[in-house]
């Protein structure tokens, strides 16, 4: 049977590369060669045990490649075309995809953990951080790449980039909104994109790295706060003249992160969580007036499907952002190891790192 290489989980902290069978392509399946992936920060959280995964799964959820092999039943796609599929890839034909939340399509709870449904791709199948990916309901899911557009440009789309976005999309911003995004790393940054794009004309992003802050102003945020320069709540309100923010969007997943997201809430604000979390979250009386702050709180799993991909690639192909510049560091396939030790440790200033088989 022929073979590929594959980043595979193996126990906690163990990730490694090792020899896997090429998938067998079903019906209405798609084999797709990987031209260019990356590491998620969920990868890392499978990494160190926080997100639970079976033994000998290949990881990944961000594909991007040409169609080797096309199920018997697939139609509107040729052998050879350049595509991308998103993290999450629904069915089409579920209630929760006619229920209007195809992110959410999938098994639900095993082992005892609820799992995040529609997330197959290095969840509960085979991912992407391999030399070929078996993409399921390959109609649904896979979107022609733009002859203009090159792998770089597109590698976001698949998950950092609709995630991001979705956190302004659901946090319902709206023209001359004031929002703050905490931790800009590569999410937190298409947040700040997305809240631009969607007419916020203040847009406060928190971090400590400079390098992080420096790209934020480059997507559009208009402040950026180093969480370790004082206290940061009390500088957002400063800044909104005491008002707060109408929306605040959490892209870290720690307590700490979400509170001070909750507590600069303008009243009837809404707070869209974008983060992983990795332990209970609690929310403070104070913060939450009791619950009669009329506050919305919001979570998001990134939205996909070809539609969702056509638009973002849009996004991209008429100049409303460019995402080139997350990519910092670049690793063969053979590397991943040692690209996952750089990622997992945020060294060297990584935001994101291209794998290319």
């Given at each position: 049977m022929p073979t590929m290489k594959a980043a595979i989980f193996v126990e906690k902290n163990r990730i490694v590369l090792d020899d896997k069978p090429i998938p067998e392509v079903g019906p209405s399946d798609a084999l797709i060669r990987i031209t260019m992936t990356t590491i998620c920060g969920t990868d890392v959280h499978i990494l160190r045990g926080e997100y639970p995964v079976a033994k000998g799964l290949t990881i990944g959820h961000e594909p991007v490649g040409i169609i080797e092999k096309l199920g018997a039943q697939v139609q509107g796609f040729t052998e050879g075309q350049r595509v991308i599929a998103g993290a999450i890839t629904p069915s089409g034909h579920s209630y929760a995809c006619l229920c209007g939340c195809s992110s959410q399509d999938g098994p639900g709870t095993r082992h005892g953990f609820r799992a995040a449904a529609g997330w197959k791709f290095g969840n509960t199948i085979d991912g992407c951080q391999a030399e070929f990916v078996l993409v399921p309901d390959a109609m649904a899911n896979l979107s022609p790449i733009p002859d203009e557009l090159s792998d770089d440009q597109v590698l976001m789309c698949p998950d950092i980039m609709s995630t991001g976005f979705c956190g302004a999309e659901r946090g319902d911003v709206?023209?001359?909104?004031?929002?703050?995004?905490?931790?800009?790393?590569?999410?937190?940054?298409?947040?700040?994109?997305?809240?631009?794009?969607?007419?916020?004309?203040?847009?406060?992003?928190?971090?400590?790295?400079?390098?992080?802050?420096?790209?934020?102003?480059?997507?559009?945020?208009?402040?950026?706060?180093?969480?370790?320069?004082?206290?940061?709540?009390?500088?957002?309100?400063?800044?909104?003249?005491?008002?707060?923010?109408?929306?605040?969007?959490?892209?870290?997943?720690?307590?700490?992160?979400?509170?001070?997201?909750?507590?600069?809430?303008r009243p009837g604000g809404t707070l869209s969580s974008l983060g992983v979390y990795s332990s209970d979250l609690r929310i403070p009386l104070d913060a939450f007036t009791a619950g009669l702050g009329d506050y919305t709180i919001v979570s998001t799993l990134c939205p996909g499907g070809k539609e969702r991909m056509r638009r973002l690639m849009g996004v991209i192909a008429n100049g409303g952002v460019d995402l080139k510049p997350l990519v910092t560091h670049r690793y063969k396939l053979h590397d991943i190891e040692s690209a996952y030790d750089l990622f997992a440790n945020q060294r060297d200033g990584v935001l994101k790192v291209a794998i290319t088989p």
């Open positions: 709206k023209i001359g909104d004031t929002v703050a995004v905490f931790a800009l790393g590569p999410i937190g940054l298409c947040a700040v994109a997305g809240a631009r794009l969607k007419g916020a004309t203040t847009i406060i992003g928190v971090d400590t790295v400079a390098a992080r802050m420096t790209v934020a102003h480059t997507l559009g945020a208009t402040h950026v706060i180093d969480f370790k320069d004082g206290n940061v709540v009390e500088k957002i309100m400063a800044i909104t003249d005491g008002r707060g923010v109408d929306v605040s969007i959490e892209a870290l997943g720690t307590q700490a992160t979400f509170e001070s997201a909750l507590r600069v809430l």
